[in-house]
């Protein structure tokens, strides 16, 4: 049976975003938010996570304990580029998803992390 078979047996399973950098980020219609290949992959609800998209500068002062538990104690020292770098950084209670956007996939980004954000609203007035 091919993809797009499939897809149509199970709307829900239907993309809606797709982010990829080190790891593949897919929102799907069913108002989850799934990651493939990289560390820590998994499949959570969109009221499960918190997902932002910050300034190197402003992750650097900002240390979370999923950051920690993710990286250990050395969390704060960890050495960032400086200028223009951007950060996905998605959490859940029980895991933390960090993925630097380089400059090209700036706007990706910014796309992926507005329909996710856009999925909870929804999800929030239901």
Do not use: H
């Not at 990286?71 to 996905?88: Q, T, Y």
């Not at 209670?93 to 996710?116: G, I």
Request: hydrophobic content about 35%.
């Amino acid at each position: 049976m091919a993809l797009k078979d499939m897809l149509k047996l199970n709307p829900s399973k239907t993309p809606v975003q797709v982010y990829s950098g080190n790891g593949v980020y897919t929102l799907y219609k069913d108002r989850t938010v799934r990651k493939q290949l990289g560390d820590n992959p998994g499949r959570y609800s969109v009221d499960e996570i918190t997902i932002e998209l910050e300034d190197g500068s402003d992750l650097q002062e900002r240390v979370t304990l999923g950051r920690v538990v993710m990286v250990g104690v050395f969390a704060p020292l960890i050495k960032k580029k400086s200028g223009g770098e951007k950060w996905m950084l998605i959490e859940g209670e029980d895991f933390s998803w960090l993925e630097e956007v380089p400059r090209k996939k700036q706007q990706d980004a910014v796309r992926f992390v507005q329909a996710v954000k856009k999925a909870q609203r929804e999800g929030a007035q239901s």
